[in-house]
């Protein structure tokens, strides 16, 4: 899954695709790279981060998507939690809603989703983006996310989301401590109970900058360590911004898996 921010603040990218012909441009650099989902963001989610306007968000990812489309059979996700731009987002063209808050947001979230009958990434997540690392604490990361699961699994089933329909993500950095990171991406494997694709979203994150001693910019050899080790603990989808990269570590974890 290629990352597509089409914000002018996300923490790593922001500001790089917010023209129309730019982002155009590096979703398809990002499909001959290899990436299998194009990830199109309208909001910065990082942490502490305002959350922006249903209207503004609208006007950065509609175009995008519809121009993508019409290029491009690809698979199209769109990482917002709002309902609305759900909803038009789907109408574009896309065919996954990527929801940070697994439906929690936005009440009509699920409704939508299944109207459509479309894919959906249920994240994890404590707390909300503008205070979810203030002073994050869990007992038992792994069981707590688990039990998260299953009650929004539970949810999306109710309102008429079909199972197979449903990939879900532990929210690496969405209200965790760089211990809580780490543990997630060591046993990821233990989420596998439900029987549903796995999301894993590393990429440049601020605990690979912690555990490296790296800034932002300096934290690829790091991103590309933890989707290698997230693979071989049965990570099925990847989220990432250097798809070049990302899709060579791909290939050999998977040789050595499948030798």
Not at 16 to 37: N, P, Q
Not at 187 to 206: A, V, Y
């Amino acid at each position: 899954m290629g990352i597509l921010n089409v914000t002018p603040d996300s923490f790593y990218d922001g500001g790089r695709y917010i023209k129309l012909e730019d982002a155009l441009k590096r979703a398809l650099e990002m499909i001959e790279e290899g990436a299998d989902i194009i990830d199109v963001g309208g909001e910065s989610t990082r942490p502490f981060s305002e959350p922006a306007s249903t209207y503004e968000e609208l006007k950065r990812v509609i175009p995008v998507i519809e121009h993508i489309r019409a290029q491009t059979d690809i698979p199209i996700s769109i990482d917002t939690y709002k309902s609305e731009v759900a909803k038009e987002a789907l109408c574009a063209g896309a065919d996954i809603v990527n929801d940070i808050s697994g439906f929690g947001f936005d009440e009509k979230m699920a409704e939508t989703v299944a109207r459509f009958n479309a894919y959906a990434v249920i994240m994890h997540i404590k707390g909300i983006p503008r205070d979810m690392q203030l002073n994050p604490y869990y007992d038992d990361v792994i069981g707590e996310i688990i039990e998260y699961f299953k009650e929004r699994l539970n949810f999306a089933l109710s309102s008429g989301i079909e199972r197979e329909k449903i990939i879900l993500d532990p929210g690496i950095g969405f209200g965790k401590r760089v211990e809580d990171n780490l543990k997630i991406i060591k046993e990821l494997r233990r989420f596998k109970e439900f029987g549903l694709p796995l999301l894993i979203g590393t990429s440049m994150k601020s605990f690979i900058g912690h555990v490296t001693g790296s800034d932002v910019n300096e934290r690829v050899e790091g991103t590309l360590a933890s989707i290698a080790i997230s693979i071989w603990n049965g990570a099925d989808i990847v989220r990432v911004h250097d798809v070049k990269k990302a899709k060579k570590v791909i290939k050999l974890v998977d040789a050595v898996i499948k030798s």
